[in-house]
């Protein structure tokens, strides 16, 4: 090269500053900070030993059974079980929209249920052998473990009895269980969405004591 | 080619006087986001997966307790433990743990505690329900059992 050194082009990087607040932001709006999430339960308090225990009869028909046992079997309702686990939550779905002899608070739950949840309980539900109706006492799902049952399989149950509640609630105000997971009750226009889908319809998920 | 030589009288450096703004954002970005991890687990964590997750809503109301198999298995045996804070303890002694989480907090607080479960799918349901009822012996009685987001498969 005869016309001596030539200089080397050199690219900008005035931009740089730019691009690296771009990148700041997008990671800013993108990242969530991991937060602990898991399924809620409540225990029953401790047993009063002053107190008599009080014995309030529920007609089998009216509790839904998951036993397991320590080779992680299922017993439902009786019977084994080997389906999966949205198999479950829909039987236990179909034993909370059972309607089968209702009170007057669940025959105004029922007539409170957007169409499409009556076509579900008139085409599933109504069966004289299962749960009265969804209010307090009358349809209880009860899941009980043994000692050895695995934790893994206690947290699946434990997750299909949950969403099989989520879900009568999601649809019930008419959005989907993402949805009804993601309220936030802070606001008080979700908070009433919330307390309207569980109105009526307590969370009856009995744990009972592994033997 | 003079036309383009004119130019070269123009400064070239970066200007970097914007460069400590951006260390400093990224500083304060991770200062705010990061949460210290105080306890060092000493037992395995392979959290169980579930779709119906609820979020916590009040952080400071939560105590953690850890289950499963020791990673130092040479040392404390391969029996699932219960670990809070940085020491194993046995079920008898979450009572005294829930009573001292407790007494962090505000009076009108109290029942409200959460004790989260950090446990470990291998383990047992007979540890758990242990813990459990000493929980309820300690009027402890919201649990919640973590969990890791699984997608649904449809």
């Given amino acids: 090269m005869p016309r001596g050194k030539k200089k080397l082009p050199e690219v900008s990087s005035g931009s740089m500053a730019d691009i690296a ?47 397991a046992n320590s080779k992680d079997q299922l017993l439902v309702e009786g019977e084994p079980f080997e389906g999966s686990m949205d198999d479950l939550k829909n039987d236990v779905k179909k034993f909370i929209l059972n309607f089968g002899k209702p009170t007057p608070d669940g025959i105004e739950i029922y007539n409170s249920l957007p169409p499409q949840m009556k076509a579900f309980v008139n085409a599933n539900g109504r069966n004289p052998e299962s749960s009265d109706d969804p209010t307090s006492l009358k349809s209880i799902v009860s899941f009980k473990s043994a000692r050895g049952t695995s934790y893994d399989l206690y947290v699946g149950i434990l997750d299909a009895m949950n969403a099989a509640y989520n879900e009568v609630y999601a649809s019930r105000v008419g959005i989907t269980t993402e949805e009804w997971l993601s309220l936030d009750r802070s606001n008080s226009m979700q908070k009433e969405m919330y307390s309207r889908g569980r109105s009526g319809i307590p969370r009856a998920i009995s744990i009972a004591e592994p033997d | 080619m003079p036309k383009f030589k004119k130019n070269s009288n123009t400064s070239e450096d970066i200007p970097t006087a914007a460069l400590p703004d951006i260390i400093f954002m990224l500083l304060f970005f991770f200062m705010v986001t990061t949460v210290m991890r105080e306890t060092d687990i000493m037992v395995k964590q392979k959290i169980p997966r579930a779709t119906q997750l609820t979020k916590i809503e009040r952080k400071s109301l939560v105590s953690y307790i850890y289950v499963g198999e020791p990673k130092n298995v040479s040392l404390y045996g391969s029996e699932p433990k219960i670990q809070i804070n940085d020491v194993f303890i046995t079920a008898e002694d979450i009572i005294g743990f829930v009573n001292t989480e407790k007494d962090k907090l505000d009076e009108v607080e109290r029942d409200q505690i959460t004790m989260s479960m950090k446990v470990d799918v291998d383990v047992k349901m007979g540890i758990i329900s242990d813990v459990q009822q000493e929980l309820r012996k300690a009027n402890a009685l919201k649990i919640l059992y973590s969990t890791i987001k699984r997608v649904a498969e449809k």
């Fill in chain 1, 21 to 67: 607040f771009l990148l700041l932001i997008f990671f800013l709006v993108t990242t969530t900070i991991a937060n602990d999430k898991g399924i809620l339960l409540r225990l029953p308090p401790p047993p009063d030993p002053l107190q008599e225990q009080l014995d309030i009869k529920i007609p089998d028909r009216n509790i839904f059974t998951i036993l």
